[in-house]
């Protein structure tokens, strides 16, 4: 319930929004963590803190969770999870919140307890992630800043472990044209950024699910895009610094490119390709103009099973009409060409796509890959290497028949 007998502290949202108070707890962690911010640069308190101030907009958040059982009337009792904090918040009938209390001591106080946590596999955050011995082992890298021309992957969200998202992403984006072999095969390895694919936290629903029947995303979405958004924003300064998503790693990526715009961040010198992106990529190439972040021609990489000609359209017509670096040159005849592109592209890949799985005996909509359909693919796969188009060709099955086809060339 919110706290109605003691004296509150204000914390944000005086100047405009939600007020947010706090009790005197509560209060005092929060003042130690807006110094350690401020004076320290610490990573995980000026993301607690930013959390705080993000209150002032709502609960109406990714990563605001509630158990049902605690609504009641016009007052209802929050756990907000934040990278490196866990907060209890109230809110009363006049729609102004209290922080209750603030959890802190496993992720910001102490350090070697939260690798702990991220060697177990349940944060999301950055990885370092290297194949030794045919095996890939990846190690946290918390408080870690991407190096000049470093590679970063934003893993998909579907991975149980941060080992099988580096070998699974390490598949993925090989063939992106900001990626080379020598950034995989380094001695030094990669830099994996993860995100866990449990669907709750802590046994609580999230908000949306509690007040309404949505659907939710998976709990640890808006804390894997906090976490990405400091690393892109404390790595401003970097050069060439090269961005790359795989599947559903681009929800993330919008959600963090978001996030360092409001900030006021830059990265006018960093480079982002998405590979088979899950995600709106003209959103996306919205968030990446907002702060500077560079891409070709080519943003995306897509096969059938996520390709969106609509989006594709509406992508092609809103570089035509910016103005950003990687837009100048995308005008008259080659933005027509874009336009056009996505309707043919469409209807090939799908036929393709239809004619193969006809032969095999299968349903597009398949599961498990039929030993048919790899040997038939493998087969058209050969034939179109002579004109380089192998790859191509077994991606229009997408990721699973992809994989077991190439494998049996």
Not at 107 to 113: G, I, K, R, T
Not at 159 to 168: G, V
Not at 221 to 237: C, E, H, I
Request: charged share 20%; hydrophobic share 40%.
């Amino acid at each position: 319930m919110y706290p109605t007998n003691q004296h509150l502290h204000p914390v944000a949202g005086f100047s405009g929004g939600k007020k947010v108070y706090a009790t005197q707890e509560a209060f005092a962690v929060l003042r130690e963590l807006r110094i350690a911010a401020t004076q320290k640069q610490n990573f995980w308190a000026t993301t607690v803190i930013r959390g705080v101030d993000s209150l002032t907009s709502g609960p109406m958040k990714k990563n605001v969770f509630i158990n049902p059982k605690q609504i009641r009337g016009s007052d209802e009792n929050f756990t907000v999870f934040f990278p490196g904090a866990s907060m209890q918040v109230a809110r009363n009938s006049r729609d102004e919140y209290c922080v209750v209390s603030v959890q802190t001591s496993a992720e910001v106080d102490n350090l070697e307890e939260y690798e702990k946590l991220y060697k177990a596999g349940n944060l999301p955050g950055l990885y370092n992630a290297i194949k030794e011995r045919g095996s890939w082992t990846t190690t946290p890298k918390p408080t870690a800043t991407p190096q000049a021309k470093e590679l970063v992957a934003i893993a998909d969200r579907t991975y149980k472990r941060p080992e099988i998202a580096a070998k699974e992403a390490s598949q993925n984006i090989g063939s992106a044209p900001e990626v080379t072999s020598a950034d995989l095969k380094s001695t030094t390895g990669f830099n994996l950024h993860y995100t866990p694919s449990d669907p709750r936290l802590g046994g609580l629903q999230r908000y949306l699910r509690a007040k309404t029947t949505a659907t939710a995303k998976d709990a640890s979405f808006k804390q894997s895009a906090q976490v990405l958004a400091q690393t892109m924003y404390n790595s401003r300064g970097t050069e060439g610094v090269r961005w790359v998503s795989e599947y559903g790693g681009s929800a993330v990526m919008v959600e963090a490119l978001k996030m360092v715009a409001d900030w006021g961040g830059t990265l006018n010198n960093h480079y982002l390709f998405l590979q088979y992106p899950t995600s709106s990529q003209t959103d996306i190439a919205r968030q990446a103009d907002r702060v500077g972040l560079n891409y070709g021609r080519e943003l995306g990489k897509s096969g059938v099973f996520n390709y969106r000609p609509m989006d594709q359209a509406a992508l092609a017509v809103y570089r035509s009409r910016s103005n950003s670096t990687s837009n100048k040159e995308i005008k008259g005849l080659k933005a027509a060409l874009d336009v056009a592109k996505p309707v043919g592209a469409t209807a090939g890949a799908v036929g393709a796509l239809t004619g193969l799985a006809a032969l095999a005996g299968v349903g597009i909509g398949t599961a498990a890959v039929s030993p048919a359909l790899v040997a038939i693919g493998g087969t058209i796969a050969k034939a179109a290497g002579a004109l380089g188009l192998a790859k191509q060709s077994t991606e229009l099955l997408g990721r699973r028949a992809h994989h077991a086809i190439q494998r049996s060339l």
